[in-house]
T-cell receptor
Framework: DADVTQTPRNRITKTGKRIMLECSQT?????MYWYRQDPGLGLRLIYY???????NKGEISDGYSVSRQAQAKFSLSLESAIPNQTALYFC??????????????FGPGTRLTVL | SQKIEQNSEALNIQEGKTATLTCNYT??????LQWYRQDPGRGPVFLLL?????KEKRKERLKVTFDTTLKQSLFHITASQPADSATYLC?????????????FGKGTKLSVIP
């Protein structure tokens, strides 16, 4: 079984709809991250969480919100989706026990299309 | 502003040759630098980490160098194979800013031609 799972894997929605992307991990890591990837722009950090009560904005948090329901679950919401949020979204985890190493483990991604 | 640049968007190389990918950065003082591999439609996979006080790191056919004076890392794949074809991302720790975040370069797409 995959250590970091994302649901759904693909989603097509319409402008203005509320969308939730979910991430679950079985690695026991305390840190979780949401990124989006766009052609030509690379991976950009949306939000990150170092534990259940610690949520932080990343580089591009506008239009997004997150919820850390448990150590193993981190959800990303688009309150009112717009076409320029069409992208590939990745969840990642890392282990505080690694110290400065901070190797990140990525999920398989969710391809989101907003029409 | 802080920048990470991977100099080539795409690199084509003949099988068996050494591929060299470049990552340059400005206005950072990273404690370490990481390299990831990403295959189409999949999440990045960690390959190597090199710390600021290390000049070189090796893992099988992979070699990474880190020059903090030049603010540059080189990633080498020796005896390249078609299976090495993928996009390679460098990532910097921004721990100096007080958080355990990684900032990624845009990647270099490597194609190894048989």
């Amino acid at each position: 079984d995959a250590d970091v799972t994302q649901t759904p894997r693909n989603r097509i929605t319409k402008t203005g709809k509320r969308i939730m992307l979910e991430c679950s991990q079985t690695k026991g890591h305390d840190r979780m991250y949401w990124y989006r990837q766009d052609p030509g722009l690379g991976l950009r950090l949306i939000y990150y969480s170092f534990d259940v009560k610690d949520i932080n904005k990343g580089e591009i948090s506008d239009g997004y919100s997150v919820s850390r329901q448990a150590q193993a679950k981190f959800s990303l919401s688009l309150e009112s989706a717009i076409p320029n949020q069409t992208a590939l979204y990745f969840c990642a985890t890392s282990d505080r026990g690694q110290g400065i190493r901070n190797e990140q483990f990525f999920g398989p991604g969710t391809r989101l299309t907003v029409l | 502003s802080q920048k990470i640049e991977q100099n080539s968007e795409a690199l084509n190389i003949q099988e068996g040759k050494t591929a060299t990918l470049t990552c340059n950065y400005t206005n950072y003082s990273p404690a370490y630098l990481q390299w990831y591999r990403q295959d189409p439609g999949r999440g990045p996979v960690f390959l190597l980490l090199i710390r600021e006080n290390e000049k070189e790191k090796r893992k099988e056919r992979l070699k990474v160098t880190f020059d903090t004076t030049l603010k540059q890392s080189l990633f080498h794949i020796t005896a390249s194979q078609p299976a090495d074809s993928a996009t390679y991302l460098c990532a910097l720790d921004t721990r100096g800013a007080g958080s355990y975040q990684l900032t990624f370069g845009k990647g270099t797409k490597l194609s190894v031609i048989p």
